[in-house]
């Protein structure tokens, strides 16, 4: 089963969206060099540009197979929940954790484009070409893999004293490690909880909204079985 008619013309359209922004904000990052955040070839060590990368490649092949008019196997589906999941993460931890922080030098272009237009394309393209998928709700838990694999790889880089911007030696406040509230502290003040806590809340938040997308798909796939009953009676 393949896509048709409007909703695959919108599915290239988000694919090509999505690629075409993760390159030129991936490339705009890098422009400003190593002592700005996120910039020059460090820029590669973040999970951002990591998950913009994953959905570009993504939204790559999955352009490759429609063009093709080749079937994604359920296997690639799950892939693209994983990456659809990753990729929402970067736009939520930016919008609602980072932005307060960097304050009026959050939305720039490339910010714009990494944290917002490409988490929006691959999102709502997951939702057409879901309705194709067969994912089952135990699937949901691969969606731990990337940000897990992430964590374990800001951790290691800050035992090795990895320098992710100059001086610093993490991605972002709530991997440092050696921050006021360590591991496992809470406070009322910024940052409100230790890097174990935060990478526990990021992951069931991650968790839920795999479950939620997935609702979604349910819901879409339902409303198409009903109007096909419906033009068949």
């Known amino acids: 089963m393949q896509l048709k008619g409007t909703a695959r013309t919108v599915s290239y359209i988000l694919k090509i969206t999505v690629i075409v922004s993760a390159l030129t904000g991936i ?21 951002t540009i990591q998950s913009n990368i994953l959905a570009a490649l993504m939204s790559a092949s999955g352009l490759f197979l429609m063009l093709r008019r080749k079937e994604a196997g359920n296997a690639l589906h799950v892939i693209k929940l994983t990456g659809a999941v990753s990729i929402t993460l970067t736009g939520l931890v930016f919008t609602f954790v980072l932005v307060p922080v960097l304050k009026g030098n959050a939305w720039n272009l490339q910010n714009t484009l990494t944290h917002a237009v490409v988490p929006l394309a691959f999102v709502l393209d997951f939702m057409i070409t879901g309705i194709l998928s067969d994912i089952k709700r135990k699937n949901v838990f691969f969606v731990v893999i990337p940000p897990l694999l992430y964590a374990v790889y800001a951790g290691i880089g800050y035992m090795q004293g990895w320098e992710f911007s100059p001086g610093v030696k993490y991605p972002y406040f709530f991997l440092n490690w050696g921050g006021p509230l360590k591991a496992f502290g ?17 992951l069931v938040l991650i968790i839920l909204t795999a479950l939620l997308y997935l609702s979604v798909i349910g819901m879409i796939k339902k409303q198409i079985y009903r109007n096909d009953i419906r033009q068949v009676s």
Do not use: N
């Open 27 to 47: 490339i705009l990052s890098a422009i400003p060099g190593r002592h700005s955040f996120m910039g020059g070839g460090t820029v590669f060590m973040y999970f």
């Open 186 to 202: 809470l406070s009322r003040e910024f940052p409100f909880m230790g890097t174990a806590w935060w990478i526990l809340s990021i």
